[in-house]
């Protein structure tokens, strides 16, 4: 198992799908729902975001060969999508892409349950996030990188269910102040990834700039 390849990719995936970071969005969508209600919501959305993730994992790389689409063409552009989602982090903004627009948000008000839309999709397991476990089970080299995969991927739903669970609780004890800190601090540790991303495909595809 490369460490290397281990800690990039939990980096990676920390940022995106970051629990404290989909916090308030999940209380913003569940203010109106009873604890039990909201507690069950956050486990729905979980295990939906883990269908999802199963979903990329297994047949990601199989799709961008039916459509004949490179690994480093996929480097590149999903490391561009990464790298809008990172600024949007930064400047202190959720982007349409990862977070759906205004008006899908609107449509949704409506339904009974926002655990599938939009909180494992697209908020939790949104372009970035498959963008991520495409490139990274497309560069995993063994049985172990594999399993690093999915024990990286299970440890971080893991906690976003234990998070979005006590959601109530949770929101109470983070100020305003520290939810702003640990987004800004993911947004630029997903920036340096997605300038990997970006700087790997290139080079692959322009053996020039190597």
Known sequence: MDMAFLIKFAGAIFAIMNPF????MFLGLTSDMETADQRRA???ASFYAAILCAVVALAGTEILSFFGISLADFRVAGGVVLMMIALGMLNGRSGPAHHGTAAEKAANETRETVSFYPMAFP??????TIATIIL???Q????GDHLAIALVLAGD????AVVLFFAASIGRLMSQTLRTVTIRLMGI???AIAVDMIAGG???LLPGLA
């Open 21 to 24: 970071v989909n916090l308030p």
């Open 42 to 44: 956050a486990l729905m």
């Open 123 to 128: 908020m939790l397991v949104g372009p970035g």
């Open 136 to 138: 990274f089970t497309g």
């Open 140 to 143: 995993a080299s063994g049985p």
């Open 157 to 160: 739903l893991l906690a976003l």
């Open 189 to 191: 540790i997903l920036a």
């Open 202 to 204: 290139l080079k692959t």
